[in-house]
């Protein structure tokens, strides 16, 4: 009996290493790496240029309290990750992972509002469905009720909008008047609350896990940020999946040209060599909350030097080997290839997502977009069959068990077309 547990009962190969875009088992068995782990190993496994970087950290410091030391290391990712970040955003607060860089956001943004007199602001709207993260703060702000009920108890509940799943209303995601629409529900939604309440709204620039790529429709993305001005609310995009590079752009939200307030990243940031995220806020807002008492949050791993040794030469090499613009060239021809399959297989009812963030939906019937009539044995069998043949896909069941299913392909930002 293993002593491990995590979510599922389903055991799983054990892994002996990783090479670029595959992976091996104990048994010498070969997988492609078909959704970088969890959208995490975007410049792909084993990176000479990471290692060294993180051996050369390792013989100097592997820890160094943040309270207690600056480190070169810390001091460079986040002048590098400032000057990838749009205008404005040039404060970097470091952390392990996605949820935390989404509860640091959440606190950020409580905090700005605080320092500037508007402490009657907490609501924090967001999507339906969505994921923030499992820890309770981001969970309060995720939209997906089997994560969250059994949680409601212990959480403030925060209003949720539609997420503008297009497909699924059967609107078309080029028409503006389909943006305005799920972009208006914000407006309606907060008039609802009372805007003297609402003190952000968050959402995935891509969609992840919970909506499977969901690209946002035309004009959406603007109106979102129209709407918060106008009621003087925070705009946090949580690109903890969507950036990096991995849409074809470092931020998922460069596609439209909008900024946020604030941005929080992980996954591919430390690109599955460390765990590693961050938390981007505006420089003035920052200062606000510095000069009123300091930031009251943090985690005792935040900023720890060999993490971001790891993260910059990371970022080194997605620049020099150009890895945004092939994943936005390969996403294209992989896109373009499961749509084919589209042709093959009647029961693949959707193909969408930017660059390397793709993913495709299981229906019953394309025009309704029903589920699956045999929505998790078919689920399952595509699994286990790919599985089979030595390919990992990244598999969700948001939809929820009645209403089937979506699989996110993402594979490292270093495929070619070979492995395409
Ligand atoms: N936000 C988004 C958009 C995510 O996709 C995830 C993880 O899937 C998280 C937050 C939480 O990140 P983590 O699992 O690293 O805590």
């Not at 307030?261 to 938390?279: E, H, Q, R, T």
Request: proline content about 5%; charged content about 20%.
């Amino acid at each position: 009996m293993s002593h491990l547990f995590y979510q599922s009962k389903s055991p799983r190969p054990f892994l002996e290493r990783g090479e670029g875009i595959y992976m091996y088992d104990v048994n010498g068995r070969r997988y492609l790496d078909g959704s970088s782990g969890a959208m995490v190993s975007n410049i792909g496994h084993s990176n000479p240029a990471v290692l060294a970087a993180m051996r050369a950290q390792m013989d100097k410091s592997t820890f160094g309290y943040r309270l207690h030391f600056q480190t070169e290391a810390s001091e460079a990712l986040a002048t590098k990750t400032a000057e990838l970040s749009p205008r404005g955003l040039d404060r970097v607060f470091f952390v392990s992972g996605g949820s935390e860089a989404v509860e640091s956001a959440l606190k950020m943004a409580r905090q700005y509002k605080l320092a500037i007199g508007q402490g009657s602001r907490f609501k924090v709207i967001s999507r339906m469905p969505s994921y923030h993260g499992s820890t309770l703060g981001a969970l309060a702000v995720t939209g997906y009720d089997p994560l969250t009920v059994p949680f409601a108890p212990m959480m403030h509940e925060m209003p949720k909008i539609p997420a503008p799943r297009a497909y699924l209303d059967g609107l078309d995601i080029n028409d503006p008047a389909t943006g305005l629409h799920y972009a208006n529900m914000l407006e309606q939604k907060i008039i609802e609350e009372g805007p003297e309440t609402v003190l952000a709204f968050i959402l995935e620039p891509v969609g992840g896990a919970s909506t499977g790529a969901l690209v946002p429709p035309a004009g959406y993305m603007q109106r979102i940020r129209e709407i918060c001005d106008a009621y003087d609310i925070l705009l946090i995009h949580d690109e903890v999946m969507s950036g990096g590079g991995r849409t074809g752009k470092f931020w998922g939200a460069d596609h439209w040209g909008t900024v946020p307030d604030i941005i929080s990243i992980s996954k591919g940031f430390g690109g599955g060599y460390v765990p590693l995220g961050a938390m981007i806020a505006r420089g003035d807002m920052v200062e606000a909350v510095l000069e009123t008492g300091g930031f009251q949050h943090g985690h005792t791993y935040a900023g720890n030097p060999l993490a971001c040794a790891a993260g910059l030469a990371l970022i080194g090499e997605i620049e020099s080997n150009n890895l945004i613009a092939n994943a936005a060239c390969m996403g294209d021809l992989l896109k373009a290839r499961l749509k084919g399959l589209m042709n093959r297989y009647p029961f693949i009812g959707d193909v969408r997502g930017k660059g390397l963030l793709l993913a495709f939906e299981l229906v019953s019937d394309r025009v309704t977009m029903e589920p699956l009539a045999a929505g998790l044995s078919a689920y399952q069998r595509l699994v286990d069959i790919a599985y089979d043949e030595g390919l990992i896909i990244y598999s969700r069941r948001t939809r929820g068990g009645l209403n089937g299913d979506h699989f996110l392909v993402c594979p490292p930002m270093i495929i070619g077309e070979d492995g395409i």
